[in-house]
């Protein structure tokens, strides 16, 4: 290894983490004056959400650490718990690791977890996401990490402004898009291939599969943390409409959030009862088969930011559920409905209808991946900061 590369440590938490960072740790990997520094913690270890780890690995990045540091039981005490279980053992693999730069994804428990860690060894923070808005704790952690970080990747310019008005450096702020827009963009040059889901899931369905060649639908609804006692009644809404629309769907399990067991719970028992015809159930598939996936979808459905981001770039009708997503910008791909059945019905229904909408760059233009990576040779951050106002 070259002494003299700077070495970026990259902490990959979920599912959604790896997607949104792939093409900086390629990026990272084809750049002589960098060296990638991979860490992979959370639930992306847990086989229960589908194994991330393991498409890392056959994506051949190689982890330089593995951090347990989840604390069963997806309710609020336990996330408290992960986060300090998480600043606990990321310090440890930061002392050992010696990067230059420590990289935090967005807004999860985890990233303030790596965040603080990071900031209390003297390393300077990169977050990418900051300086969105939306429902839940996500906003709370986001802006923390914000103060916590010392250069700032943005996806477009109001975040940028909001980040600025809270006191960051301009100099430190960079509009790069979201790097989960370069995977996108791929897939969108892709000609029509005839994918097939149960190919490449590994393992991670079940229920009936059905012709991909119909017509489908997507879900993935998340609990909301700070509406988790409501999360089984929240998520029964949105299999009643499913179960309505009795079209060939894919389901996608969520995250590992407070109130996700009540959320897994409602939808075993719709299983058992119902032993759906027209539903597959799935913990993952690698970023760029799931946006295969969806760019065959008539819509997506739920509360996943995906819907939000990606597939406004796609095109991809998206029907948003509830407050997770509050006050996030949108595209015109987006209807925003609460936690009723017939307005659940009406806009998919309307989507239908709609058919796909044009690209909007409004998260990028697929190029963020190879601007943060020119970013992170050339800047010299610091570890301290002042506020600048």
Request: hydrophobic share 40%.
């Amino acid at each position: 290894m070259n002494n003299k590369c700077r070495k970026i440590c990259v902490v990959i938490t979920a599912r959604a983490s790896y997607a949104r960072i792939k093409t900086v740790l390629e990026a990272i990997n084809s750049q002589a004056g960098l060296d990638l520094q991979l860490v992979v913690a959370g639930s992306a270890l847990l086989e229960r959400y589908g194994p991330v780890i393991d498409v890392i690995r056959e994506d051949g990045f190689i982890p330089s650490s593995t951090v347990y540091m989840q604390v069963e039981g997806e309710n609020l005490v336990t996330s408290a718990k992960s986060t300090g279980a998480g600043i606990v053992e990321l310090a440890t693999v930061f002392d050992n690791l010696a990067p230059d730069m420590v990289l935090s994804i967005a807004d999860r428990y985890e990233t303030i977890a790596t965040a603080i860690a990071a900031s209390y060894l003297n390393i300077p923070v990169v977050h990418v996401q900051g300086g969105e808005v939306t429902g839940s704790i996500d906003e709370k952690v986001r802006h923390a990490v914000t103060k916590l970080a010392n250069l700032h990747f943005v996806a477009n310019q109001q975040a940028a402004d909001r980040v600025i008005r809270m006191g960051e450096n301009p100099e430190t702020v960079f509009i790069t898009g979201c790097p989960s827009i370069d995977l996108a963009a791929r897939i969108m040059k892709e000609e029509e291939d005839g994918f097939d889901v149960y190919g490449v899931a590994g393992g991670s369905g079940v229920g009936h599969t059905f012709d991909m060649s119909q017509e489908f639908l997507v879900v993935m609804q998340h609990p909301v943390t700070t509406e988790h006692d409501a999360a089984a009644q929240q998520v029964e809404k949105t299999l009643h409409a499913i179960h309505h629309m009795e079209m060939p769907t894919f389901w996608f399990w969520p995250n590992v959030d407070a109130g996700s067991d009540a959320v897994s719970a409602a939808i075993r028992r719709y299983r058992e009862k119902h032993d759906p015809d027209h539903i597959y159930f799935l913990k993952n598939l690698s970023p760029e088969n799931f946006l295969r996936l969806l760019k065959r979808s008539r819509c997506i459905i739920g509360n996943s930011s995906v819907g939000i981001r990606e597939c406004s770039f796609m095109g991809v009708p998206t029907v948003n559920i509830g407050s997770r997503q509050k006050r996030r910008e949108r595209a015109e791909n987006v209807i925003d409905v609460g936690y009723d059945e017939k307005a659940i019905i009406g806009a998919i229904e309307k989507h239908l209808a709609n058919g796909k909408f044009p690209s909007s760059e409004l998260y990028g233009d697929g190029d963020a991946g190879k601007r943060m990576v020119e970013i992170l040779t050339t800047t010299q951050p610091r570890h301290d900061k002042q506020i600048t106002y």
